[in-house]
């Protein structure tokens, strides 16, 4: 197990690394990160000003080392536009959204799962056309649409939940099911696909020739085989909401990260974005490798590798 | 005083497709008493297996069952409902299965599967089952058993994993087991062990055995009693004794002559073949369902159902009309097999 | 024997000759297949469409006419509602039918060209893991995983905020980011097809490995191939939508659907069917894309469903 685990690490470390290089050459893209950030039509002397701020005069290999060492102790630099330290913006926007991807999650966990199940359990009936129908609207629909709609009907016609900001836990329910549902079609048709490929398989046969009651069979030796690698998907999934809420919380104007790199952009703070960039390919990389020994975890046979 | 454990009269399973119905069991009966083993002998695809799942009601849940009896230690099975069969299945009869590398749970421990068998079905303490299972991994030959509670399946090879199944069989004491070729996936010298250990445990418990497989050899060895089913339906059944001395149904005859015998089959010489093949079973059928490949078939066996008659003794019954005239002649390589 | 779905070359026997082709066989399956005929048919006619706009409306999608702004669509029971504009205007008056056809353009345009970006890179470093194993697969391995511990958006967002957005930059920035699909999936169809005896029956004969990819690998991989594009041509599709409605793809006034949600935002309490209309055209497009890759999916090789 300890093998497995260092190997697992030692590729998300290589990885995690390859990754800060491309997101640090991500602000060369066009040339002169300068000009990037300084913006059109910007004096030459602004331009020299964040030009010696950011030490782009650098050469290319001390900026990276210096940005990446930085990086590693959790210093990101200041903002030249924000003037605080990069590491404290995103140290306060990242728990929002990170609870904003946990409830979304939880909400695509519980509508998926029990759909998923269900449809497996009766195949081609009613409920399993209705699953279905829920995954194909889910992936179809554009997220953005789909949030805006929720505020329409929820929000101002039948006047359930508030619109904007993020006082309360009641302002994350609407985004949750606006990013959750996303998700929900992939993890729901894992669930009712790996549920029904175990149903019938010999060790369920084995279960109900012990004359086992038919919940113990579906849930002890069914769902707990079914379920592993829809809670690596799951913790995948997580990861992709982290970074694609940008859209939601812009929408519903929910100070997290993604509202922090849409305000990045629009001020064309380069290095703040990059930062962003950076911590959330670090936290998909830490999350994959937890997926990964979710699954050992769960499945006792993956264990030996 | 024997006591009978299961009743099986006529029973019929269906199973509807696309291009019709399947009639996979037709009008099969048999019975078995304590301390019997009934082998169930055939080919592939003659409804063995099924008849087995039939009896437990493990049916796919497409496939459709009718009986007019079918009762276990006396109790009418048919009737009841899910629930019931539930109660007795694993309880007073339960079922070993071919394939041991896949029939147990890869992610609960093999102690945990074995308890879970007792509590299910009796008011005991985990305690008390985990006392049971060991007593039973040790009755069934497997070292070690109380380390061997907490391992996982994959870390067992096939034959300790059989031997498993047969322990998690027992651990509420039934009357009757069905093995459905409980030794096909295994190496031939784990198979005679597990014939051997089958055939002691039934002893012990005194239960009745019902044993399905292709391999005469295996019958010739364990069983009591034998019924050899073709296409759906049982063509012949008898004491051991009697199929191997007397085989009447040309389908018997044929299969016991396609086993070479050490010492008589002669260098060279070719084995016996059924020609043909197994008849679709979809859609109305009449007549002998062997008629096709019968070396001793007349334009009579086409025309009508024939039923299951008394032969040569009043308690070994032939599906054939003919069996009484082709009595006479005997097969040399069956009575060399049984001795 | 024929068996649908692989191609073998040869002296076809008796039984090959008589049997339904692959294709007949195929086109059967197809035709019988509901939700491929729907999704096919909802396609067909969106792109009918979106090629004959100029046709369709008179209008011109970029020509504002404030005297006529905010026209609710033909079925609102408001009087200003009228035939000339049977899906009303938007916020500067301009027809919102014109908008919403010359948007399909946009979307099909950008979608397939996405699709095409991604297809090249995905399929070729994925054939290449599938078939040459090893060393290549590890590093094809190590790529897709970098790829995807990247968040796509954000990263897209950030490359178009520094270059400056158009249709062209949208167009090769999800090009060149959204390929991991096609790498993942084309390298396990080819480690499936890289194992059959006729890759070593051509081996042995000598044939060069170009040869072989496109001769024998190929065919055999089309059909996953084909599957996968059209789901990935629906993300790019969906992907540009989101990147327009934040601003940073097509920009204004070049009629994206995304776009018009977002120019209607501020107005959509009171005009909804600014963001209803272009939301359900979207819908409509990506849905129809993706039925027409399940059918697809289904009909040629059913055994992969999930």
């Known amino acids: 197990m300890l093998a497995f685990t260092a190997k697992r690490l030692g590729i998300a ?98 509508l998926a799962i029990p759909l998923g199940v269900l449809a497996a359990v009766r195949p081609n009936s009613i409920a399993d056309r209705f699953a279905l129908t829920v995954a194909v609207v889910g992936q179809a629909m554009p ?96 990861g992709f909401m982290l970074g694609g809420s940008i859209v939601i919380e812009t929408i519903f104007q929910i100070n997290g990260l993604g509202y922090l790199a849409w305000e990045s952009i629009q001020r064309k703070d380069l290095p703040t974005m990059q930062a962003i960039v950076l911590s959330l390919s670090v936290i998909y990389v830490l999350l994959t490798l937890v997926a990964d020994l979710l699954n050992a975890f769960l499945d006792p046979r993956l264990r030996v590798t | 005083m024997s006591e009978r454990v299961l009743t099986v009269e006529a029973m019929q399973v269906d199973l509807p497709l696309a291009a019709g119905t399947l009639h996979a069991v037709q009008g099969v009966s048999f019975h078995v008493d304590r301390g019997e083993t009934l082998c169930i002998v055939g080919e592939s695809g003659c409804g063995k297996t099924l008849t087995a799942l039939a009896v437990m009601d493990l049916l796919p849940s497409a496939a459709r069952r009718t009986a007019a009896r079918l009762e276990l230690n006396g109790q009418d099975l048919a009737g009841l409902g899910e629930r019931a069969i539930a109660d007795i299945r694993g309880n007073r009869m339960a079922m070993i299965f071919q394939e041991p590398m896949t029939s147990l749970n890869p992610a609960y421990t093999i102690g945990n599967q074995l308890e879970e068998a007792l509590l299910r079905h009796r008011p005991v303490s985990r305690k008390q089952a985990r006392e049971r299972a060991l007593y039973l991994l040790d009755r069934v030959g497997i070292p070690s058993a109380a380390g061997r509670l907490k391992q996982y399946p994959h870390q067992l090879s096939g034959g300790l994993r059989q031997r498993v199944m047969i322990a998690m069989a027992l651990m509420c004491g039934p009357s009757l087991i069905l093995a459905d070729e409980p030794t096909t996936a295994l190496d031939v010298t784990i198979q005679a062990q597990i014939l051997h250990l089958l055939a002691e445990l039934q002893r012990e418990f005194a239960m009745g055995l019902v044993l399905i497989t292709h391999d005469l050899g295996i019958v010739a060895r364990i069983a009591t009693r034998v019924a050899v089913m073709y296409a759906g339906q049982v063509v012949e059944m008898g004491t051991a004794q009697a199929i191997f001395s007397a085989p009447s149904h040309p389908y018997t005859r044929g299969l016991l002559d396609c086993i070479p015998v050490p010492g008589k089959t002669r260098r060279g010489e070719k084995l016996g073949t059924i020609p043909g093949m197994v008849p679709s079973l979809i859609g109305l059928m009449h007549g002998c369902r062997f008629a096709g ?22 308690d070994h019954l032939v599906r054939c009309i003919r069996h009484a005239e082709l009595g006479g002649l005997a097969a040399h390589a069956a009575r060399a097999v049984a001795s | 024997m024929v068996e649908t779905g692989l191609v073998r070359a040869g ?222 041509m629906a993300h790019a599709i ?40 272009p939301g359900v055209a979207l819908f409509l497009l990506v849905l129809s894309i993706n039925m027409l890759g399940d059918g697809l999916r289904d009909v040629t090789a059913p055994e992969n469903r999930n």
């Not at chain 3, 078939?131 to 590093?139: E, K, L, N």
């Not at chain 3, 939508?241 to 209607?264: D, K, N, R, Y």
């Open chain 1, 13 to 110: 470390l290589l990885v995690a690394l390859t990754v800060s290089l491309i997101t640090f050459s991500m602000i060369y893209v066009s040339g002169d990160p300068a000009i990037a950030i300084a913006g059109e039509g910007a004096r030459a002397q602004d331009i020299e000003a964040i030009r010696k701020f950011y030490g782009f005069d650098r050469p290319i290999l001390e900026q990276y080392f210096s940005w990446l060492g930085g990086a590693l102790q959790g210093d990101f630099g200041r903002s030249f536009t924000l003037r605080q330290p990069v590491a404290d913006v995103i140290a306060a926007r990242l728990p929002v959204t990170i609870t904003l991807g946990a409830l979304a999650i939880a909400f695509a966990l519980l």
């Open chain 1, 143 to 238: 997220t953005f649409w789909f949030a805006l709609t929720l505020i329409l009907w929820l929000g101002v016609y039948w006047r359930l939940l508030p619109i904007t900001g993020s006082d309360s836990w009641l302002n994350f329910i609407m985004p949750a099911i606006a990013l959750g549902y996303y998700v929900t079609p992939a993890i729901m048709r894992l669930t009712r696909a790996g549920v029904l490929e175990v149903l019938s398989s010999d060790y369920i046969r084995t279960a109900r020739a012990k004359g086992l009651r038919p919940m113990t069979v579906l849930f002890k030796h069914a769902l707990r085989n079914a379920i592993i690698p829809v809670v690596s998907l799951a913790a995948v999934q997580f």
């Open chain 3, 238 to 277: 969906l992907l540009e939508a989101a990147l327009s409605f934040l601003g940073l793809g097509v920009q204004p006034p070049t009629p994206s659907w995304g776009l018009m949600i977002s120019e209607a935002k501020g107005l959509m309490f009171f005009d909804p069917w600014l963001i209803t209309i």
């Open chain 3, 11 to 232: 002296i076809p026997t008796a039984a090959e000759i008589l049997a339904p082709s692959p294709a007949a066989v195929l086109r059967r399956r197809a035709l019988r297949h509901w939700g491929l005929l729907i999704g096919g048919t909802i396609l067909a006619i969106i792109i009918v469409m979106a090629l004959l706009a100029p046709i369709i409306s008179p209008f011109d999608p970029y020509d504002q006419q404030l005297g006529r702004k905010l026209i609710p669509p033909i079925w609102h029971a408001s009087a200003k509602a009228t035939w000339v504009h049977p899906l009303g205007t938007d916020h500067l008056g301009r027809d919102y039918l014109t908008r919403l056809l010359y948007g399909a353009q946009i979307s099909l345009l950008i979608g397939v060209s996405a699709m095409l970006i991604s297809g090249v890179i995905g399929t070729t470093i994925g054939v290449l893991a599938g078939y040459f194993g090893g060393r290549v697969d590890m590093v094809v391995n190590f790529i897709v995983t970098t790829r995807l511990s990247m968040p796509v958006v954000l990263v897209a967002l950030a490359v178009v905020s520094i270059i400056g957005s158009s249709l062209t930059v949208v167009i090769w920035v999800l090009g060149l980011l959204i390929w991991d699909r096609f790498a993942v999936v084309m390298r396990s169809a080819t480690q499936q097809v890289r194992v059959r005896e006729f890759i070593t029956a051509a081996q042995a004969v000598g044939c060069s490995t170009p040869r072989i990819l496109l001769t024998e690998v190929a065919p055999n991989v089309v059909n996953h191939l084909i599957v996968v594009a059209t789901l990935e």
């Open chain 2, 293 to 314: 490949r019968c070396p001793y078939v007349v334009e009579a066996c086409r025309q009508s159902e024939v039923p299951l008659a008394p032969g040569q003794a009043p």
